[in-house]
């Protein structure tokens, strides 16, 4: 998951309709899946963190509002859970807690990482819910990987690297195949919206943990 920095709302008061929120959305943190980073080009949700139905007193609250596709928005909807047991984009670094293979699959070494994937549908044990979410994730690994070596033999190739990885998405794939080169590493962050603003990354583009959380959303900073 890639960390992001929503920032406070831009307006006074809630919204009147949750969808009202989209454009501004959008503009902060791009066409991105905040839970599988997928590029959604139409239909992506405005997703209620907190379930709306449960909690209908946020169902407008900008804070409870993130951006997510059909796939994780459903598998997500209607779960209850405590912050402080759920990994967040926009409070904790959540790069830093998971690792990417090839294979398309996400990995977590701790018990709060494996309960964040598994809210979503995206733990190594949903397979079937995820099928395509891996084969979409394999695939941008290997684009990440052929410009990677075309970055290799032609250096100024890198302006088409950044621009074919937002247009593909999965931002956490393309940052771990370009492990040891903090140029590329600093162009991704800059270039997918809102990355830079969570300060989850140093100057060098590792990952700054635990999060510094500065909207300082509830149970922030857990990683």
Known sequence: MRPIRRNQSPIAVDFDKHEDARPELLRRLGPYCSYCERHIVSAIHVEHVQCQHRHPELKSRWDNFLLACS???????GKEFAF??????????TFAAFSYADSGAILADTEI?????????????????????????R?????????MDDLRRRPGSSSQAITLATETGFFSV????????????????????GTRESGCFDDLGNPVSPAPNPDGLEHGGKA
């Open 71 to 77: 796939n994780c928005n459903g598998t997500k909807t």
């Open 84 to 93: 402080s047991e759920i990994l967040f984009p926009d409070r904790d670094n």
């Open 113 to 137: 990482g494996s309960r964040s994937l598994a809210l979503t549908g995206l733990s190594d044990k949903d397979k079937i819910a995820d099928y395509g979410r891996i084969s979409q994730r």
């Open 139 to 147: 695939e941008a690994w290997k684009k990440a990987q052929d410009a």
């Open 174 to 193: 393309w940052m771990t195949v370009f492990t040891g080169d903090p140029e590329m590493r600093n162009r991704l962050i800059n270039a997918f919206p």
